[in-house]
């Protein structure tokens, strides 16, 4: 039985790229295959989004590369093919200093695979390498290019020093080895349930659902969501995503959030809860270490309807309603009354906000003050335009990237009272930004930007939002592509593994500001973009990283 898994899992790597990629709209000048006469196999750099239908240029055959100890590091390679390979076999050594190694086994090898994406404006569509297939054996067709993702753990437990390895990449029995070096320093990065980055990257479990097509809150749909939400649990996550309403957003992306929480309304005119949905997604995430806090969405919808269930007419009813309204008073304050009793009898109190997003300020006035009538114990939860009326009722308050700059007086003093302050990015700005078309290191920039104007983190609105068809077309009918997920059902991608490059960058500046070092002028290319500048990311955070490799 084993060997039949393991051919079967062969046969879908080796297949993988030709069967789910779609067809290059633009595939470029077909005459430049003309000059590539073998197969060429080289180190590339991971700021790079390399052309499926080109030949790759910047081939190095050596590669230096820096770490800390406990930190993860990414290097891509890639195979140019003018002829059709049938296998390619990734295989990586042991990484040695002296008598010091790193085990092979630290080492995951990814095949780069291909998603349709559009621009800003959704006007025009390009084939760009994004997903990241764990895999090291796979094809490559003829007049193509493969690019080979590589993740290196270093064990926390390394010896400083210059560490040589190597990959091996065997195509059709031909060999090429491209040696490399990773120089570590003395410097520990903590584990990433340790970091203090806060990651706040909204979950979807009912695209789960949908995408592997099996019952919402099932075993199999927690066993689908596993690997899905140990990736983000690897990426330091410190919030869970609850939705406590029907469709918060008004059903905006292609599985829309249901409510976790039940709602009936008796015959004799009494309000019951139904919290099981919402314990076992709690329980279930806060298993794989995301237990910082727990956002609850929304008191303050976009459509402004509320389901319950009513026995007496045994259906489904809705109460339409706005904040400051009575109707939403009769609704909403027995609901939180109950909800922090609930919480409370859970030890959950303390670390739950009642969170709203990007409403007018009026109704998000009116909608605190029922909050706090409820419980004055209640911690609450913006992401907008930055209101300074609201700052300080607000626990975990979050900024667009494009918008006005928090105060640094107002920010060190949310420091000191421990709530933090995040910024993020969404369907805008074009740059900085995450979507699958963007330059690779704008995700690893968005950890710098946090350290170079203090804030504690980043905010995004979708983890795995997925779409339709996420696995080969990223494109959405609303957003711009890439702006509802970050990862795919079946893998991670280039954009994620460099979001975390930024955040490990973010934990190494707060390690060395404690030790009494002054990063300042470090930091100084990432204060607030300059949306006029054309700037080389990679370029500002090559020359950073290396400057904080100590």
Same mark, same amino acid.
């Given at each position: 039985m084993k060997n039949i898994i393991t051919s079967l899992l062969l046969c879908f790597c080796l297949n993988a790229a030709a069967q789910h990629e779609l067809a290059d709209p633009y595939p470029g000048d077909q005459n430049q295959w003309n000059t590539v006469k073998t197969t060429c196999v080289a180190w590339g750099t991971t700021d790079k989004r390399y052309s499926r239908s080109l030949p790759a240029t910047g081939a190095t055959k050596k590669l230096q590369l820096n770490a800390w100890r406990g930190e993860r590091i990414n290097a891509q390679a890639f195979v140019t093919a003018p002829k059709k390979i049938n296998r390619v076999d990734i295989s990586v050594s042991d990484l040695k200093a002296g008598r010091n190694t790193i085990s092979a086994n630290n080492i995951r090898t990814f095949m780069a695979t291909y998603v349709m994406a559009d621009n800003i404006s959704r006007s025009d569509s390009a084939l760009v390498a994004d997903r990241l297939l764990q895999c090291n054996t796979f094809s490559v067709d003829g007049k193509t290019t493969r690019p080979v993702w590589f993740e290196i753990k270093i064990p926390a437990d390394t010896?400083?020093?210059?560490?040589?390895?190597?990959?091996?990449?065997?195509?059709?029995?031909?060999?090429?080895?491209?040696?490399?070096?990773?120089?570590?320093s003395e410097q520990l990065l903590p584990e990433p349930k340790d970091w203090k980055f806060h990651l706040d990257l909204w979950q979807n479990p009912y695209a789960v659902a949908r995408y592997f097509n099996v019952p919402l809150w099932s075993k199999e749909h927690f066993e689908r969501m596993r690997p899905v939400m140990k990736t983000l649990a690897d990426a330091g996550q410190k919030v869970i995503t609850c939705s406590i309403i029907e469709r918060p957003w008004n059903g905006q992306t292609q599985d829309p959030f249901e409510s976790m929480i039940g709602k009936m309304k008796t015959i004799g005119g009494e309000w019951k809860y139904n919290y099981e949905v919402f314990d076992r997604w709690v329980e279930f995430m806060m298993s794989l270490g995301i237990d910082k806090q727990i956002d609850c969405y929304t008191l303050v919808p976009w459509h402004y309807r509320f389901d319950y269930y009513d026995m007496a007419s045994n259906s489904v009813k809705y109460v339409a309603c706005q904040p400051g309204q009575k109707e939403y008073e009769d609704f909403i304050l027995? #609901?939180?009354?109950?909800?922090?009793?609930?919480?409370?009898?859970?030890?959950? %109190? /303390?670390?739950?906000?009642?969170?709203?997003?990007?409403?007018?300020?009026d109704q998000l006035r009116a909608a605190y003050d029922i909050v706090k009538r409820a419980d004055p114990g209640y911690r609450l939860e913006g992401a907008f335009n930055y209101f300074p009326e609201v700052i300080d009722e607000i626990h975990d308050i979050s900024v667009g990237i494009a918008y006005q700059q928090i105060d640094?007086?107002?920010?060190?003093?949310?420091?000191?009272?421990?709530?933090?302050?995040? #910024?993020?990015?969404?369907?805008?700005p074009e740059r900085p930004?995450?979507?699958? %078309? /963007?330059?690779?290191?704008?995700?690893?920039?968005?950890?710098?930007?946090?350290?170079?104007?203090?804030?504690d983190g980043y905010l995004r609105w979708a983890y795995n939002s997925w779409v339709e068809n996420p696995c080969t077309d990223s494109r959405f009918r609303t957003w711009a592509s890439g702006d509802c997920f970050l990862v795919y059902p079946d893998a991670t991608s280039i954009r994620m593994q460099r979001l975390v490059e930024g955040i490990q960058a973010y934990e190494k500046v707060r390690i060395l500001r404690q030790q009494g070092i002054n990063v300042d002028e470090i930091l100084k290319p990432f204060l607030p973009w300059d949306p006029g500048k054309d700037t080389d990311t990679g370029a500002l955070i090559r020359n950073a990283a290396q400057q904080l490799q100590r």
């Open positions: 010896k400083a020093g210059r560490y040589n390895g190597q990959v091996t990449i065997t195509c059709d029995g031909k060999k090429t080895v491209l040696p490399y070096t990773v120089s570590v027995p #609901f939180l009354r109950d909800f922090a009793a609930h919480l409370k009898q859970k030890g959950w %109190f /303390s670390r739950t906000c009642i969170a709203m997003d990007e409403r007018p300020t640094n007086g107002i920010v060190s003093r949310r420091h000191a009272e421990g709530k933090p302050v995040t #910024f993020y990015t969404c369907c805008s930004n995450t979507f699958t %078309f /963007s330059p690779p290191a704008e995700s690893a920039y968005i950890g710098w930007h946090a350290a170079a104007i203090d804030y």
